[in-house]
């Protein structure tokens, strides 16, 4: 088998705001306090904010006071950041000048923090895959369930955060008698994510970690494998955009049930990413870069707002190999619509 590497190219450009300088800051937070005297909160948690964005340009004795100033407080409505975490989110959200892209970026961003969530958290009532496949029905039900702990934060002073994380992914054959679950793939890893805190940077993060991947299945039906992964993530004007690349974990011959999967799988994939509004538009492109025999997989996902119920509204569509570890080395062309609770 041809061993493939990744190579991933981006157009580099700078943006054109800058940090300002501490005596922009200091004003700030003059200012905030003032407004916070007179019991004008939204009015001062704006100054903070301004504030906030220049502290790594300002005095240690700034620094304290603001970190003082906003224990307790928000930047936004529905999470809670420290001020290095929400400089490090306005440096996204600063792109946008529509307040609900910023709060559906916002959001997107929240899982790098430590929040619960990890990946999307979802159901499909309704799959259907226009394949056919003997072991099943084409209807189907699927749902993820994706939460994460982070355990250490700024170990080695970086703002680097390591956690562990556990991804649990069921495809449901709701419409056979007993309605049985036909497989469920087990993804538990343990990862290291920095942040890249430079404005003027198009890269934004790095992240390191290690994946362990099983259907809980026996004899020949049980899949796993294990793998290092290294992602980048990027964000251009609007866009996001996440390369990936792994590396598979040697098995011993004997135990090894799924020896030719990265045939199928590939050595990584890559990810764009579009917010508008409080629509999250997500595609995934896999391919294993192997001219002799090119097969890959991808991706698409639509999240969308359900009045203000905090729930979204969620289609997918997929089409290649491996949506499944069972069905890592068959095509499936599938289409499902249901509810995200996190995206």
Same mark, same amino acid.
């Given at each position: ?17 800058? #940090? ?5 800051? $200091? ?7 003032? *407004? ?39 930047? *936004?409505?529905? %999470? $809670? ?6 400089? *490090? ?17 916002? @959001? ?13 958290? *979802? ?44 991804? @649990? ?43 362990? %991947? ?18 980048? #993530?990027? @964000? ?57 025999? !090119?097969?890959?997989?991808? @991706?698409?996902?639509?999240? #969308? ?23 890592? !080395? ?14």
């Amino acid at each position: 088998m041809k061993t493939s590497f990744f190579t991933f190219f981006f157009i580099i450009v700078v943006f054109s705001a800058a #940090f300002g300088n501490e005596t922009t800051a $200091e004003d700030a937070y003059e200012l905030a306090e003032k *407004y916070e005297e007179e019991n004008k909160t939204e009015e001062a948690l704006f100054w903070y904010k301004q504030a906030a964005q220049d502290f790594k340009d300002s005095s240690d004795d700034l620094r304290l006071k603001l970190e003082e100033s906003l224990i307790g407080k928000s930047y *936004y409505d529905d %999470e $809670e950041f420290t001020i290095e975490e929400a400089d *490090y989110i306005e440096s996204f959200t600063s792109e946008y000048e529509n307040n609900e892209t910023k709060d559906t970026v916002t @959001q997107m961003m929240g899982s790098l923090f430590g929040i619960t969530t990890y990946e999307s958290n *979802y159901v499909l009532p309704i799959t259907h895959d226009f394949k056919s496949h003997k072991d099943r029905k084409h209807t189907e039900t699927v749902f993820q369930i994706s939460l994460k702990k982070d355990l250490l934060k700024n170990f080695f002073n970086f703002d680097e955060a390591f956690g562990v994380a556990y991804t @649990q992914r069921s495809w449901w054959q709701i419409i056979q008698e007993s309605a049985p679950f036909r497989e469920t793939n087990y993804r538990p890893e343990v990862y290291m994510i920095m942040p890249h805190i430079d404005k003027n940077s198009i890269l934004k993060a790095y992240k390191f970690g290690f994946l362990h %991947e099983s259907n809980g299945q026996g004899d020949e039906r049980s899949r796993s494998w294990n793998r290092l992964y290294f992602d980048l #993530f990027f @964000q251009y004007k609007g866009f996001f955009v996440n390369p990936r690349v792994w590396y598979r974990l040697k098995e011993h011959a004997q135990t090894d049930d799924n020896r030719d999967i990265v045939k199928y799988m590939g050595y990584g994939d890559l990810t764009f990413m579009y917010p508008y509004k409080e629509h999250l538009f997500r595609l995934m492109i896999r391919n294993n870069l192997d001219f002799d025999y !090119n097969i890959g997989a991808v @991706q698409f996902d639509w999240t #969308f707002p359900l009045a203000k119920s905090g729930v979204f509204g969620y289609v997918q569509y997929f089409d290649g190999y491996g949506e499944s570890l069972a069905d890592y !080395n068959k095509w499936t062309r599938r289409i499902g619509i249901g509810l995200a609770i996190s995206r």
